[in-house]
């Protein structure tokens, strides 16, 4: 789930829409209502306000025929860097194995593919709690300010350590990824940017980069392209408090645009 907007750089006290796309960064595939939305938090030099529901349309405003995507309309304010969230309340699905295996691989999920196959469960079913929680950084005015470090506290949660928009082609993006306020470490992360996502012929997502946390729960972006960029992982562990689940999930993503 990404959020996702025509341009990142936006003109200050001005009127805007960002996508909330729930499937693919370049394709939407499921509506997130808003009654699933747990927070969904702008935070700009300003303040932070937390839009209305009355903010939210699907994307059937625009194309009779779709209802696939979430669409937020929000005001900006005094020029700054802003940071937009949105994180959704858990939800449970049943997998068979083969559904579950593929979906592991799809996404990346590498390390839970090998602790499938060493424990003997790749011909097991999965009951999976799952939840998602996605920021964008969003460039307004000229002037940058401090909101791109905020910390909006969702469950799993990607924390740059620079301004993106004080970076350029060819300089790295360092980001933190936070597990309940702890960073995680030795965990996969990839990124991507327009133009270079595709899928593999077996499905698997073929993306820019794909790297691992450091001990201080850090990964390293390097940002190779112009245009909309997007990071993503997912935290999922075997669930051991919940005797009728088998996993528990945590998505994250961020996005933000270079020049």
């Known amino acids: 789930m990404f959020l996702k907007l025509d341009s990142f750089f936006l003109e200050p006290h001005s009127t805007n829409v960002v996508l909330l796309m729930n499937g693919e960064f370049d394709e939407g595939l499921e509506l997130i209502t808003r009654d699933r939305m747990l927070d969904v938090s702008v935070v700009g030099p300003d303040g932070v306000t937390h ?4 903010a939210w349309a ?5 194309n009779p025929d779709s209802l696939d995507t979430a669409i937020l309309t929000f005001e900006t304010g005094e020029p700054g860097t802003y940071v937009i ?3 959704t309340a858990p939800r449970i699905i049943a997998l068979t194995a083969e559904a579950f295996n593929g979906y592991l ?11 499938r196959q060493a424990a003997g469960m790749m011909e097991d ?6 939840s998602k929680h996605v920021k964008a950084l969003v460039q307004v005015g000229s002037a940058r300010s401090a909101e791109w470090a905020t910390v ?12 993106p ?15 309940e306020g702890r960073p995680v470490a030795n965990h996969l992360v990839y990124a991507s940017h327009d133009g270079h996502h595709a899928h593999e012929a077996e499905g698997e997502h073929a993306e820019a980069v794909a790297t691992r946390t450091d001990a201080d729960g850090v990964a390293t972006i390097p940002l190779s392209s112009a245009g909309r960029w997007y990071v993503r992982t997912i935290h999922m562990v075997e669930t051991t408090n919940e005797p009728d689940l ?14």
């Open 51 to 54: 839009p209305p529901e009355l």
């Open 58 to 62: 699907d994307s059937s405003v625009w």
């Open 85 to 87: 969230g949105v994180s």
């Open 105 to 115: 691989a799809h996404d990346g999920l590498l390390d839970t593919i090998e602790r």
């Open 125 to 130: 079913d999965a009951l999976e709690f799952y």
């Open 152 to 163: 909006l506290g969702y469950p799993v949660e990607f924390v740059p350590l620079e301004n």
């Open 165 to 179: 928009y004080e970076l350029s082609v060819g300089d790295e993006l360092r980001v933190r990824f936070m597990r």
């Open 246 to 259: 088998d996993y528990e999930s945590n998505w994250a993503t961020l996005t933000f645009e270079m020049r």
